[in-house]
């Protein structure tokens, strides 16, 4: 009984790991995982993951590990990046990082954290869009050699 149901386990992952593997369906899982990704929405990255790719027959698998784009080692990075373009489209002005969160003491980093949340959902959907234009006709780039030239073939569904 336990073996029969981690085999239909398997078959499920396989399923959705093995679907629409197309280059183009690649790149376009790519470019909106990375949008997905930058938006600072943590926590549910995999669940509109999940909801997206399949009203969009997208690989789901895919499309979440692009959105891992945020991942602990580069989401400082991305944030900091959102931060400031989020401050630029509501004032008009870059602000160094330092004085934004830095130049306060621990009071005032909890009081400018609203302000600054609000500066990163701004700013995440151009860095998103930016990200994904980039990503996706990349992975659609390195699909379509890898398939021209017989390395990655993508597999036939089960």
């Known amino acids: 009984m336990i073996r029969r149901y981690f085999a239909k386990l398997r ?14 369906s690649i790149g376009r899982a790519v470019g909106i995982g990375a ?5 600072p929405i943590y926590g549910i990255h995999l669940g509109v993951c999940v909801v997206v790719a399949r009203f969009l027959k997208l690989n789901e698998a895919v499309m979440y590990g692009a ?3 945020s991942n602990p ?13 989020g ?6 002005k870059v602000s160094p990082a330092d004085t934004l969160a830095f ?4 009071w005032g980093m909890l009081q400018t954290a609203p302000d600054l949340f609000l500066s990163c959902v701004y700013g995440s959907v151009p860095a998103g869009i930016v990200l994904g234009a980039l990503l996706g006709p990349l992975a659609f ?15 036939d569904p089960p």
């Open 11 to 24: 078959a499920q992952l396989q399923a959705i790991l093995a679907a629409n593997l197309s280059p183009g």
């Open 35 to 39: 949008f997905i990704g930058a938006l």
């Open 67 to 69: 959105a891992n784009i």
């Open 73 to 85: 080692f580069f989401a400082p990075f991305l944030i900091a990046v959102e931060v400031e373009i």
């Open 87 to 92: 401050e630029y489209m509501r004032y008009g």
């Open 103 to 106: 130049g306060h003491s621990f």
């Open 141 to 155: 780039l390195i699909a379509n050699r890898r398939v021209s030239r017989g390395d990655g073939r993508p597999p």
